[in-house]
């Protein structure tokens, strides 16, 4: 079973140390960790350095066979003008590295994925003819194919309208557990965060401020510290803790 | 590609997703022979025409068994038409290749040897050959021109990507880098032009027009041998070279080493794009084109992309011969000033009637 923990990992963008410090308990297999903070805090830079794209002092311990090469990374969405169908845009996520020859096994993975996501209809579109939350579904299942036992999606729901964002959380939460995935997902959603985090990491101005189960973390204090804002945590009908924002801190 | 056959139809409801890809690959395997075979004959072509016209017949004849045919059919197939009409196609599928891979790791439509002031640098380089005589490398006297040639043009495409490497440095950078290059390279060459003497200039006047008429068997081997380094080496990175144009950071997350495919990329256009603009001079369209006609055909999974940019290139530059020698009877038009105005045409048509899948 796959495991991860950062022993003070930091991370240079450039010659600057843009993130320092973050060390944090040890993830298990199957479980599913927002990353949250404010804009420009560091989360893209730290999900970059656990992935092995940025350098920087500290230690990232990842147990499995695999090595580092069990984590695989889903950049935040940017827009691609590549003459790529969407499965041709798949198919070569997952044959990074291999020979040319793709086999039954390799489509049919590929299938099921866009079966999963819901992007079946939309597989042999052009990835210019695509939407912004489209791109982002496709961007998911290029990550999926790569078979990672430890995932770091980057906002992999800013684009999406709120029945998908649930549905891929979900469905993330759900392959985490069935696969005995580590999952961590920058996410702004606080929600979103207290609904399908088993953790949650804060990181602010580059620092990791809390690490721990979503309760323990995400607090009124945490809020006005990190965040600036008042704000209140009340049960909502499911007995989900809610984040209820009540204006600017003072 | 827009429609769906009944076929693709068939394996959809056969197969879903996979049977659709398998009938796509299908038909991108048949485009490419198709373009093969379109090539095969327009080579026949290129050596049946010219002052004296033979028939395809003749021109098979002549190449599967040459003591069949006459001494003269023999000599001018072989001897005069065989070598030109062979540099048209090695050249074309060089510059067209190179185009490809540098629209691709500069993730820019724009970019040609042409645009980047590559050939230019070698115009420069050629005219300073014939001008001062003035070598860049210490060679015989015969190979002067395109030693020179060759040299500027390196020398331009590594200033090119070490410029680009640099950090802070945009796509768009580079392609306005280039253009400055076009112009200073261009500056130059009229500096020297203005200097020449009338027969140095006629020959400067020439160069720069691209022309394959002076094309010899060891120019087309040293062609053909870069060619044949360049494409296992690209087809290698086949899919490395596809994740780039879904954007650096894409490429990285899927674990290319996006630098080192640049830097391995470039080293091998710049040889690309050098050796045949030094042996042929300046012929603009090719590289530019070559690769948006292959992109609009296949699309731009490398392991088509790269082959459709071959035959591309290879098929543009052989009609272009065609007609270079068609025009005027008895007159062989420069190469670099038909190529455009053969393919403008044909690269009109296809932007227009396949909008969406143009960059």
């Given at each position: 079973m796959v495991a991860l923990q950062l022993d003070d990992v930091g991370a240079y963008y450039g010659k600057t140390l843009a993130v320092a410090g973050v060390s944090t308990p040890q993830f298990e297999a199957g479980e599913t960790v927002a990353v949250i903070g404010p804009n420009a805090a560091g989360k893209s830079t730290l999900f970059k350095r656990v992935a092995g794209l940025l350098r920087g002092p500290g230690s990232v311990h990842v147990d499995s066979a695999r090595g580092t090469k069990a984590i695989s990374y889903m950049p935040q969405d940017t827009a691609a003008n590549a003459v790529l169908t969407v499965y041709e845009s798949i198919l070569l996520a997952r044959k990074q590295g291999q020979s040319w020859r793709v086999g039954h096994a390799d489509l049919t993975l590929i299938d099921d994925v866009l079966e999963a996501l819901g992007i079946a209809g939309i597989a042999f579109r052009d990835l210019g003819a695509l939407s912004g939350g489209q791109r982002q579904l496709v961007s998911i299942a290029q990550t999926l194919v790569r078979e990672p036992e430890i995932l770091l999606m980057d906002?992999?729901?800013?684009?999406?309208?709120l029945h998908r964002q649930v549905e891929v959380l979900s469905f993330m939460q759900a392959e985490a557990r069935r696969k005995g995935m580590i999952v961590l997902i920058a996410i702004h959603d606080l929600n979103q965060a207290l609904r399908f985090a088993d953790k949650v990491l804060v990181i602010a101005d580059g620092r990791m401020r809390a690490c721990g189960s979503s309760a323990e973390v995400i607090t009124v204090e945490m809020l006005r510290e990190v965040y600036r804002i008042d704000a209140r945590i009340e049960k909502c009908s499911r007995a989900y803790d809610h984040v209820i924002v009540d204006g600017k801190a003072a | 590609m827009a429609s769906v056959d009944v076929a693709d139809i068939a394996a959809v409801a056969e197969d879903g997703g996979r049977g659709r890809y398998r009938a796509l690959t299908r038909r991108k395997l048949l485009i490419l022979v198709l373009m093969a075979g379109a090539l095969c004959l327009s080579l026949a072509i290129d050596l049946a025409w010219g002052p004296a016209r033979y028939g395809l017949d003749q021109v098979v004849l002549a190449l599967l068994?040459?003591?069949?045919?006459?001494d003269q059919v023999r000599t001018v197939v072989w001897d005069i038409r065989m070598p030109v009409a062979v540099m048209a196609i090695v050249v074309g599928a060089a510059l067209s290749v190179a185009g490809a891979q540098m629209q691709t790791i500069l993730a820019n439509p724009l970019a040609s040897p042409f645009t980047l002031g590559i050939s230019a640098a070698a115009s420069f380089g050629a005219a300073l050959a014939i001008v001062t005589s003035v070598p860049l490398l210490p060679v015989a006297a015969g190979l002067i021109v395109p030693i020179n040639a060759f040299v500027m043009a390196l020398i331009a495409t590594l200033f090119i990507h070490f410029v680009s490497q640099l950090r802070g440095v945009s796509v768009q950078t580079v392609v306005l880098l280039g253009i400055a290059l076009v112009f200073t390279f261009n500056a130059l060459l009229a500096f020297l032009q203005y200097l020449a003497s009338e027969q140095a200039l006629s020959a400067v006047v020439f160069w720069t027009m691209g022309s394959l008429t002076k094309a010899t068997w060891p120019k087309i081997w040293v062609t053909l041998a870069v060619l044949l380094i360049a494409l296992p080496l690209f087809a290698r990175n086949a899919w490395a070279l596809t994740a780039i144009r879904l954007g650096e950071d894409k490429a990285a997350s899927m674990g290319v080493n996006v630098r080192y495919i640049r830097l391995e990329t470039m080293l091998i256009v710049s040889l690309l794009a050098a050796v045949p603009v030094s042996f042929a001079g300046t012929i603009g369209f090719v590289g530019l084109v070559g690769p948006h006609i292959a992109r609009m055909i296949v699309g731009e999974d490398q392991r088509f992309f790269l082959p459709a940019s071959v035959l591309a290139g290879a098929l543009l530059l052989s009609v272009t011969s065609i007609v270079s020698k068609s025009i005027l009877p008895g007159v062989v038009f420069p190469i670099g000033i038909i190529t455009a105005l053969v393919g403008v045409p044909f690269f009109f048509s296809l932007i227009l009637s396949n909008r969406r899948r143009s960059w």
């Open positions: 906002e992999p729901t800013s684009a999406l309208d | 068994d040459p003591a069949a045919v006459s």
